[in-house]
């Protein structure tokens, strides 16, 4: 039996042979080259080893092609989020751009204060997303791929671009709730001189809860996102925590809008029983109110179902 590092005797014949044939079909010895070992394990391998540094060689070429198209996507996927960052920079600027115009128009009374809040808060949106695909591009700067929103995130070169990002997305209904607020002041006061029904003032109410809900809904994710990066909890219990979160919000936006739903139909049967309003119009939205409650049902289901797969870890 040959040693471990020999090659087989059936190897070295057929070596032998086909080297053989290749000799005398060239011509006498004497023009085989000097460098061609006249020993037959030593042949066999500098034929061996020719075969291993083209394989090699074969192999080195496929990596760099495959790093090539790997670098070409990573450059591709880094432009479209920087023409993304072009497209929300230009928006900005027409945001501010409307913003004085409308200054402008309420410095002359062409326009009023709610015309200016309004103004406001599209540059605030346009500001924070702006900043969020900032942030996407640096973050794909970074990784070499998509952003990646879960909460169970890892940190990427010691940055946290989950909570990163979901504090800029949570300056837009804090920006908004303010802004609720103010229009709230104003329509009360209208309210108080008789100018406009107490009525009104439902659909900034609840407005205003549902901006409550949200940003409420980013400072608990936040707090779960805070828990996971200390190891407090798991990736998997981060991830159902996150969605309790979002699933108990739609629940309770859902509520809160069929509420206001519910006074807003006992206030048009009024209308529709002294004849100021058309009992087609009572029948559309009742039918809106039935298919909120079934989309409440819904989200109360997702949500016992969340906690109880919480409750089945342990929390």
């Given amino acids: 039996m040959s040693g471990p590092h020999e090659p087989r005797d059936e190897f070295i014949r057929a070596l ?11 011509g006498p010895s004497a023009d085989v080259p000097r460098w061609i070992p006249r020993s037959r394990p ?51 600027v027409m945001a501010m751009k409307l913003l004085q115009a409308i200054q402008q128009r309420v410095a002359v009374g062409a326009a009023s204060t709610m015309d200016l809040l309004d103004g406001q808060l599209k540059v605030a949106a346009a500001d924070a997303d702006l ?11 970074l990784t070499g791929h998509e952003p990646v929103t879960q909460v169970s995130a890892p940190l990427v070169s010691g940055r946290d671009f989950v909570s990163e990002r979901w504090r800029i997305e949570l300056s837009v209904p804090t920006a908004e709730f303010q802004a609720e607020q103010t229009r709230m002041k104003h329509a009360e006061a209208r309210v108080s001189l008789g100018m406009i029904d107490s009525f009104e003032i439902e659909p900034i109410r609840a407005r205003l809860k549902e901006l409550e809900f949200a940003m409420d809904g ?28 979002e699933a108990d919000q739609r629940m309770k936006i859902l509520m809160s809008k069929i509420q206001v739903g519910l006074r807003a139909l006992a206030r048009l049967k009024a209308r529709v029983a002294v004849g100021a309003a058309q009992s ?36």
């Fill in 16 to 26: 032998e042979s086909r080297v053989g044939a290749a000799a005398r079909h060239r």
């Fill in 42 to 92: 030593l042949l066999a391998l500098v034929l061996i080893g020719g075969v291993a540094v083209s394989m090699a060689a074969g192999g080195s070429v496929v990596a760099l092609a495959y790093q090539a198209q790997t670098g070409e996507a990573r450059q591709m996927l880094e432009m479209s989020y920087k023409q993304r960052a072009v497209l929300a920079r230009d928006q900005h």
């Fill in 131 to 141: 900043r969020s695909v900032e942030l996407q591009v640096e973050e794909v700067r």
């Fill in 218 to 245: 980013y400072r608990r994710k936040l707090d779960f996102r805070q828990k996971f990066l200390n190891k407090s909890i798991d990736a998997g219990l981060a991830d159902l925590r996150v969605m309790e979160v």
């Fill in 280 to 315: 087609l119009e009572f029948a559309a939205a009742e039918l809106e109110l039935r298919q909120m409650d079934v989309e409440v049902s819904k989200a109360q289901y997702d949500l016992a179902l969340i906690r109880q797969k919480i409750d089945q870890r342990g929390r």
